[in-house]
């Protein structure tokens, strides 16, 4: 049996976040939380104007977001869950 290439799907640096998600289709991912819950997250950014449009999925509610408040806990989640390693390409 051959060896099963795996890559790693974490998303750590805003700079790669801004590189995956700057395509017309976006970025699907999800934040890992405890207990192996997950937040879905659809995510496009847009470098024009240095925005990150954020869909969460689990409410279906919508943000706008500047680079400094996806990294501010008081906007979003986003930020820590990359230090930590939680965000997820899907």
Request: charged share 35%.
């Amino acid at each position: 049996m051959a060896a099963r290439e795996t890559k790693d799907k974490r998303i750590r640096k805003i700079e790669q976040l801004k590189e995956l998600a700057k395509t017309d289709n976006g970025l699907d991912c999800f934040i890992l939380l405890n207990g192996g819950l997950r937040s879905s997250k659809y995510i496009r950014y847009f470098s024009d104007d240095n925005i990150f449009y954020v869909l969460n999925l689990i409410d279906d509610s919508e943000q706008e977001l500047t680079e400094s408040q996806i990294l501010d806990k008081a906007y979003s989640n986003i930020g820590e869950a990359m230090e930590k390693g939680a965000l997820i390409m899907d």
